[in-house]
């Protein structure tokens, strides 16, 4: 019974500190009425170097071992980094996108719509890849390439500037960057 | 619910409080006629608790499908989340039904307090799972969803506790217990008549200009999609 019990009080702390974590504003409202001062910009060529096979390679067979492990384990320490930030840039456009699915214009909605979906899987495949990541730290020699970030993150990037040119037609793609 | 067609929306959620209600007189009849708490009494109770505790789960998938139709992206990854956690929470509860069985010399009571716990550790672990899932993916919830949900949490939580006193003291409930649950219960009713009763809420943000990006990396994507 003790188990039980200690189990039962366990699942009752937990679900009330998910219910909190989930009513709770998980964006503030500061974030989302000024998404500007609080998406980073994430330099993607940067992130597929550190993530590059080739790059890899070259390191492994030019330094010595130690010196690998220890470059590659800053170098995978850095792409956590960037995949994070990533991700929560992902999240404030997902709570964006998300309002904009209700737009009474067609077009905009699919924009929205697509935006959402694509910054969802981006979260979906931070979700994979950070612990990837950290797990390359541990092995440095492991192969890790988290390279559908990328692919995601380009694809989220095009679709924002699609809506944001639905959404202000007569600014241009100029105005809305 | 079926005024404001929340039966469409939610038709498993419809049908566990239909059912509930139904289970209620059926007992009631029961407990005021000559066979009183006898051992019908036991048996009905006992293949109601599981017919509820199997719409609830439904219910629980119900707000799982909510979630899917709303994000389509997340449908692989929900229907695996559901499939994962459903099999890690059995081995936990068999675990648990293994290593402390109860002591009720009643195999029936035993077998039903004992299915109960498994079920209430299920269902609290999803339940968690599903809050922690739409946390990650900021997920919005809707007012009625959300108000579900928590119900539900709530009340297999206490289920949860309350089946492990019942398996310990082997006895056909206990009037403290049996209190607490239907106070609680009566809380879960309460809360969810609040939540359907009421308007769904949606998040409102007014968007004032899209988020500035770095140029060069915005047009260096605009050659590559060109």
């Known amino acids: 019974m003790t188990i039980t019990l200690i189990i039962a009080l366990a699942a009752f702390a937990a679900l009330m500190f998910s219910v909190r974590l989930t009513k709770g504003l998980a964006l503030s409202a500061d974030v989302l009425e000024n998404p500007t001062e609080h998406i980073r910009s994430v330099d993607v060529e940067a992130f597929r170097n550190l993530i590059d096979r080739d790059e890899e390679?070259?390191?492994?067979?030019?330094?010595?071992?130690?010196?690998?492990?220890?470059?590659?384990?800053?170098r995978l320490r850095a792409a956590v980094e960037y995949v994070s930030?990533?991700?929560?840039?992902a999240a404030i456009l997902l709570r964006l996108a998300d309002?904009?699915?209700?737009?009474?214009?067609p077009a905009t909605a699919d924009a929205a719509e697509k935006l959402v979906n694509n910054a969802l899987r981006l979260r979906l495949y931070a979700l994979h890849a950070i612990p990837r990541l950290y797990l390359g730290m541990v092995f440095p020699g492991a192969r890790i390439s988290p390279v559908r970030i990328v692919e995601s993150y380009e694809q989220m990037t095009r679709q924002v500037v699609l809506l944001g040119c639905l959404q202000y037609p007569t600014r241009g793609v100029s105005a809305a960057l | 619910m079926v005024r404001r067609r929340l039966d469409r929306q939610f038709p498993m959620f419809f049908l566990y409080t239909a059912f509930e209600v139904l289970q209620f007189v059926v007992l009631f009849t029961t407990s005021r006629s000559h066979l009183q708490f006898g051992e019908v009494y036991v048996r009905v109770y006992s293949v109601g608790l599981a017919l509820s505790t199997a719409i609830r789960f439904g219910v629980i998938y119900e707000l799982f499908k909510h979630f899917f139709?709303?994000?389509?992206?997340?449908?692989?990854?929900?229907?695996?989340?559901?499939?994962?956690?459903?099999?890690l929470l059995l081995l936990v509860a068999v675990g648990l039904a293994v290593s402390a069985p109860g002591s009720s010399a009643s195999l029936m009571l035993t077998a039903t307090y004992a299915l109960d716990r498994t079920v209430s550790i299920l269902q609290c672990g999803l339940l968690i799972s599903l809050f922690l899932f739409s946390r990650y993916f900021l997920l919005s919830w809707r007012s009625h969803a959300f108000g579900i949900a928590l119900g539900l949490g709530i009340f297999a939580t206490v289920e949860l506790a309350a089946s492990a006193v019942w398996l310990h003291l082997g006895a056909f409930g206990n009037p403290v217990v049996n209190l607490l649950t239907m106070a609680t219960y009566t809380g879960c009713v309460l809360t969810w008549i609040f939540y359907l009763v009421g308007q769904e809420r949606e998040p409102q943000y007014s968007v004032k200009a899209l988020p500035d990006y770095d140029l060069?990396?915005?047009?260096?994507?605009?050659q590559r999609l060109l």
């Open chain 1, 85 to 89: 930030c990533a991700a929560q840039n």
């Open chain 1, 57 to 74: 390679e070259f390191l492994r067979t030019n330094l010595p071992p130690a010196d690998f492990r220890r470059i590659q384990r800053e």
């Open chain 2, 216 to 222: 060069e990396i915005w047009n260096r994507e605009l």
């Open chain 1, 99 to 105: 309002a904009g699915r209700r737009s009474s214009d």
């Open chain 2, 69 to 87: 139709h709303r994000y389509p992206a997340l449908d692989g990854a929900g229907q695996l989340l559901f499939r994962g956690a459903t099999i």
